[in-house]
């Protein structure tokens, strides 16, 4: 069962426009959120982080907003670098304990 | 500060056969975590140490995987005998805290291959 989704595989966006990716997740009990970033051949790198007691997060470029109701979360990357072109996987838990991850969606900013 | 560090980057076996995979987490982390990475798909967690007790192993499939966490430290993740499935990235983390929420430091994964 995906508990954790990401429907979009890939995202193409153009160098200094705005990326925005989403995930959304169906445990309601999932109260901590993480972005991870990976490039090809390493292992993921932490992004950023949001637990359910906030709904904004927000680290120099990168923001990410949760959404309770909706069950949603997405990371907003402004303005979008070619550097940031990679997998972005979002991952859920609770409690700290396992964490969920989605598909993830590959982004590339074009220059 | 040393990232965390896993070997070998590649193993190509056949099918039946065993393999072994070593991860040395950062120093004084206290969370392991092994993940299973299928092409296409998110990190799936197969299991998670405390020190070198195990914390999660529900989702390890228990008559062929094996891992072990002695003293607390480095851990290995054994597969025997392996399936064609099995092919996937084996990423080892590991995070500072164990019960909060906190984010977790990822090795560069072993891709394993099996014909």
């Known amino acids: 069962d995906q508990q954790v989704k990401q429907n979009s595989p890939s995202l193409s966006v153009q160098e200094g426009r705005i990326s925005i990716l989403n995930c959304d997740y169906t445990?309601?009990?999932?109260?901590?959120f993480l972005w991870y970033k990976k490039y090809p051949a390493e292992g993921p790198t932490f992004l950023i982080s949001?637990?359910?007691?906030?709904d904004k997060n927000e680290d120099g470029r990168f923001t990410v907003f949760l959404n309770k109701s909706a069950k949603h979360l997405s990371l907003h990357i402004v303005p979008s670098q070619p550097g940031d072109s990679a997998v972005y996987f979002c991952a859920a838990s609770h409690t700290g304990n396992q964490f969920y991850f989605g598909t993830g969606t590959s982004l590339t900013v074009i220059p | 500060e040393a990232g965390v560090a896993q070997s070998p980057r590649y193993k190509i076996i056949e099918k039946r056969q065993s393999v072994a995979f070593w991860c040395n987490p950062i120093s004084g982390h206290a969370t392991l975590y092994w993940y299973q990475q299928i092409l296409g798909q998110g990190p799936k967690l197969l299991i998670q140490?405390?020190?070198?007790?195990?914390?999660?192993d529900s989702q390890l499939p228990k008559d062929r995987f094996s891992a072990e966490r002695l003293k607390g430290v480095d851990s290995t993740l054994k597969i025997q005998p392996a399936k064609l499935e099995d092919s996937a990235v084996y990423l080892c983390?590991?995070?500072?805290?164990?019960?909060?929420?906190?984010?977790?430091?990822f090795g560069q994964g072993t891709r394993l291959t099996v014909v």
């Open positions: 140490f405390q020190n070198n007790g195990v914390v999660d």
């Open positions: 949001i637990s359910s007691i906030k």
């Open positions: 445990n309601s009990m999932f109260d901590y």
């Open positions: 983390a590991s995070s500072l805290y164990g019960a909060v929420s906190t984010e977790a430091f």
